[in-house]
């Protein structure tokens, strides 16, 4: 199966600030690589699919890039509402999706 | 707007078998192209994909779960339903279901239930 690792696995961070997330994959995943915030107490949202695609509705702060194995997920300015914990899926594999252990980005 | 709401007991005992289901509003899960399955979040496993139904009858599960986990659809109720048997407390967690779509491209999960938390105890 296909493990996923995220780095670092939490931030201190301030409203302004350039975030910056990775995730990894144990092997190549091409694009087939998805980000999701999660608030306390309520379930992951879609932010970014296919590596770089924005989910309608998602403000443009918020961007992904990458291809294989190394990706990123970048919040160019932090707004008060983006502290939460972001994980990133794959689903390179057609029969089974795996998750990243996530990262959680709080107040500085 | 599509919504998806879980429910089922909370609480079920070692060794037993843990149902949810999930009912779905604002779309049909007939609808062609998507998946609908289910995921648990625990502190000690973080998000872990259960498996996904398609309204055909298709299903494919964890592997490391699959042994143990049934998912199935009723159509004519819109709704679909988990079960995990012979639980223990590695078990429990919140359960969410979800949709995903079924090609390469798509395969993200887009619309998540609130979540409904599960837990084992005797």
């Excluded at chain 1, 092997?27 to 970014?48: D, E, T, V």
């Excluded at chain 1, 932090?78 to 939460?84: G, K, M, R, S």
């Excluded at chain 2, 007991?9 to 078998?17: A, D, I, N």
């Excluded at chain 2, 967690?93 to 779509?101: E, I, P, S």
Aim: hydrophobic fraction near 30%; include cysteine; aromatic fraction near 12%.
């Amino acid at each position: 199966d296909i493990q996923m690792t995220q780095s670092p696995s939490s931030l201190s961070a301030s409203v302004g600030d350039r975030v910056t997330i990775t995730c990894r994959a144990s092997q190549s995943i091409n694009s087939y690589l998805n980000w999701y915030q999660q608030k306390p107490g309520k379930a992951p949202k879609l932010l970014i699919y296919a590596a770089s695609t924005l989910q309608v509705g998602v403000p443009s702060r918020f961007s992904g890039s990458g291809s294989g194995t190394d990706f990123t997920l970048t919040i160019s300015s932090l707004q008060p509402e983006d502290f939460a914990t972001y994980f990133c899926q794959q689903s390179y594999n057609t029969l089974e999706f795996t998750f990243g252990p996530g990262t959680k980005v709080d107040v500085k | 707007q599509l919504l998806l709401q879980e429910s089922g007991p909370g609480l079920v005992k070692p060794s037993e078998t843990l149902s949810l289901t999930c009912t779905v509003s604002g779309g049909s899960i007939s609808s062609r192209g998507y998946y609908w399955g289910w995921i648990r979040q625990s502190p000690e496993k973080g998000l872990e994909w259960i498996g996904s139904i398609h309204y055909s009858g298709s299903t494919y599960y964890n592997p490391s779960l699959n042994s143990r986990v049934t998912i199935s659809a009723d159509t004519s109720k819109n709704e679909f339903s988990l079960r995990l048997s012979s639980v223990t407390a590695a078990d429990a967690g919140v359960f969410y279901c979800v949709r995903h779509g079924s090609t390469s491209s798509t395969r993200f999960f887009d619309y998540w239930g609130q979540g409904t938390l599960g837990t084992v105890s005797s």
